[in-house]
């Protein structure tokens, strides 16, 4: 009887592209399974920001697995994870961050410094 090893993290099972693939499809889980717990719990249990601090970690653990297996991190997902944890921290010290505001800088801030550098070396399909 073949056993089956834990073929998640196997690169010599799958491709860079399908592994980074799974990834995505279980980050998008997470965050989607994060975001429905914490609606079915009474408000007053669940801290401010709760969301943005577990949506940052869940975007942080992500890349960091990409890193660990040789696919290309995402920066944009990296800044934007981080931002998240900050801006969920500050909502959790009872800080307000406009939100959306810093959010859209960011995403010009990325566009901006994106045209600026040398394309990016795909290093998925090596």
Not at 34 to 42: K, N, R, S
């Amino acid at each position: 009887m073949a056993t089956h090893h834990n073929q998640f993290f196997n690169n010599s099972a799958l491709t860079k592209v399908t592994l980074n693939k799974r990834l995505e499809d279980s980050a998008w889980g997470f965050f989607l399974l994060l975001i429905g717990t914490l609606l079915l719990l009474p408000s007053a249990l669940v801290p401010q920001g709760a969301w943005l601090i577990g949506a940052g970690l869940i975007m942080l653990l992500l890349n960091g697995v990409r890193y660990v297996n040789d696919i290309s991190v995402s920066r944009f997902t990296v800044v934007l994870g981080l931002v998240a944890i900050l801006v969920g921290l500050a909502s959790f010290l009872g800080l307000k961050p406009p939100l959306f505001a810093i959010f859209l800088a960011l995403i010009g801030l990325s566009i901006i410094v994106r045209s600026l550098l040398p394309p990016k070396v795909d290093r998925r399909n090596r």
